[in-house]
């Protein structure tokens, strides 16, 4: 199983970036795969995440109106459109995969068992 996440770089505030998470080797499907990041010095947060069934979404408060995820079933891969870019977007983002049923409690950590490597996203101007 491997999730790739790519994407990320530098950008100014008020820019945008799109990450892309390509998902290989599943061999029964995951119930949802989400964004998380995490700055320096903090913990790993949610960003957002999309049910693999019927492409229910959540997305974080702090991101809610600005990044928006989708996915492309015939590549496996989401992505993670981030508009409006703040400096405090800064962090690493990681994709990661879970087969529970998270529902609300999507952001939670511990629910996800498949992570990406991560890819930094820097907000500066």
């Known amino acids: 199983v491997q999730l790739q996440a790519s994407g990320g770089g530098l950008v100014q505030p008020g820019g945008s970036l799109r990450l892309s998470c390509a998902a290989s080797?599943?061999?029964?499907?995951?119930?949802?795969i989400a964004w998380f990041r995490q700055a320096p010095g903090k913990g790993r947060e949610g960003v957002s995440a999309?049910?693999?069934?019927?492409?229910?979404?959540y997305y974080a408060d702090s991101v809610r109106g600005r990044f928006t995820i989708s996915r492309d079933n015939a590549k496996d891969t989401v992505y993670l459109q981030m508009d409006s870019l703040k400096p405090e977007d800064t962090a690493v983002y990681y994709c990661a995969t879970t087969r529970v049923p998270v529902g609300s409690s999507w952001w939670v950590v511990r629910w996800y068992d498949y992570w990406g490597q991560g890819t930094l996203v820097t907000v500066s101007s």
């Open positions: 080797g599943f061999t029964s499907d995951y119930y949802a």
């Open positions: 999309i049910r693999s069934s019927d492409g229910w979404i």
